[in-house]
């Protein structure tokens, strides 16, 4: 069955760096666009980068700069690289794989948590 196997979150004091990692198995992943979004509680998950199949790149604007995406389609493994972190970017990060036409066959992982706190 499909699997979206998130690790990597924790604790992090403002200005560290984390790495986000997101396992894949069950389906095709080199054809599929990965994202990572994340959510706070009371507030609606928001899209934070995304890697299409062809490697193209798009960063919500709050992270652009300090976070980089990529894939290992050999490892089935999409990455986040967070760099300079604040308080805002504390969120339950989740990965997502999303493919077919309009994006009709979609997965999530079941998320990670970062906490940027001093």
């Known amino acids: 069955q499909v699997q979206l196997v998130e690790s990597g979150g924790g604790l992090v004091q403002p200005g560290g760096s984390l790495r986000l990692s997101c396992a894949a198995s069950?389906?095709?992943?080199?054809?599929?666009?990965m994202m990572w979004y994340r959510q706070v509680p009371g507030k609606e998950r928001e899209l934070v980068a995304g890697?299409?199949?062809?490697?193209?790149?798009k960063y919500a604007d709050s992270v652009k700069g300090r976070f980089t995406i990529s894939r290992n389609n050999g490892l089935k493994r999409v990455y986040l690289q967070m760099n300079n972190l604040n308080p805002e970017d504390t969120a339950v990060y989740y990965c997502?794989?999303?493919?077919?036409?309009?994006?009709?066959?979609?997965?999530w992982g079941q998320g990670t948590q970062v906490t940027v706190s001093s």
């Open positions: 069950g389906f095709t992943f080199s054809i599929y666009d």
């Open positions: 997502k794989a999303a493919g077919g036409l309009g994006y009709a066959r979609s997965y």
């Open positions: 890697i299409t199949s062809t490697i193209s790149t």
